[in-house]
């Protein structure tokens, strides 16, 4: 009586064919955001407090200003764009009040993107009731 073993050979070869086509296909599928972290300084400065930087805040209530001076949110991709039409630099700061929903930060982002910024900083804090 003889033992019949399996034929394991062409199981490695579906094997190894799966194999590069999930190797192939895994770099196409990703999708993300690219984030560059800040490099932190010791005794952290306000972005406000740099001369050049441009901080737009969002409060409740569709408040929105450009450093510290109140805007409409109509005005603002335009106001932006003056802005930024003549800087290399084409980075801003976005400050939001916690209890926004996500939804209008990402507005106010959107709107800055379309005036041409290149580079967003997001600035995670709490604001206080004044």
Known sequence: MSHAEPNVVPLCDVLLVLLIIFMVITPLVQKG????????VQGGTDPQNVQGVIVLTVKKGNTVMINQQPIELQALQEQLRQYYA????????????SKLPFSKVMEVIDIA??????????????FTEE
């Open 86 to 97: 003549a800087r290399q630099d084409k980075t801003i700061f976005v400050r939001a009040d």
């Open 113 to 126: 993107k379309g005036a041409g910024v290149e580079k967003l900083g997001i600035i995670p804090e709490l």
């Open 33 to 40: 955001v690219d984030v560059q972290l800040p490099e932190t």
